[in-house]
């Protein structure tokens, strides 16, 4: 049986930038029911016995396997940005600042890249820094879509659902991305 992580601070403590009422409902009622729904749908079944990942791998791009491909997607994804965010977040620092400036010039370059792709990522997705073979990539997945089919290894990721920001932000899906980067952005885990 999967099991979901518990999240590594309070309800209510990246507030004001997210609410515990956005917790209530996102980390609740949309996670919880990845998790459950993906445990039911895997029952009985030769995914019963792998991790997250290998049923991610195994199953990416397959129409028979695409509601266990989309839970198992949500439910890593999910566990992943729980653990992109901080109270004590903001800008990265030390040698992944430093790499981000070799790469990107500097740290506000990076930083508009990453956001333009989470404002642009159209309809629900999310926002991805990866490492690539140790060169930093900056992109954009649909849906449960997930960096972990693709071999990339994932450093950080925003949530661009609906739900993710809609209670604290209404539409205003910038301004929830902005307070991320500024506020809440976990570089250090
Ligand atoms: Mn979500």
Redesign the pocket.
């Known amino acids: 049986m999967f099991e979901m992580i518990k999240l590594p601070y309070s309800a209510d403590a990246l507030k004001p930038y997210m609410s515990d009422k956005t917790f209530e409902f ?1 980390y609740g009622k ?2 919880k029911t990845y998790v459950d729904t993906l445990n039911k749908l895997v029952e009985g079944t030769k995914f019963s016995q792998m991790s997250l990942e290998e049923i991610i791998r195994q199953t990416h791009g397959q129409d028979e396997y695409k509601a266990i491909f989309n839970n198992a997607g ?1 439910a890593w994804n ?1 566990q992943f ?1 729980w653990q992109s965010m901080s109270p004590n977040g903001g800008k990265p620092k030390g040698k992944l600042l430093e790499k981000i400036i070799a790469q990107y010039g500097d740290y506000e370059k990076f930083k508009q890249e990453l956001k333009n792709a989470a404002v642009t990522q159209f309809g629900s997705g999310w926002a991805w820094v990866v490492d690539n073979e140790g060169v930093l990539q900056i992109l954009k997945t649909a849906n449960a879509d997930t960096p972990v089919s693709l071999g990339l290894k994932p450093i950080i990721c925003i ?1 661009v ?1 609906e ?2 920001y809609y209670f604290d932000y209404q539409n205003r899906r910038a301004d929830y991305v902005e307070a991320f980067l500024e506020h809440l952005a976990n570089w250090q885990e």
């Open positions: 996102h949309h996670y949500q999910h940005f949530d659902w739900h993710a």
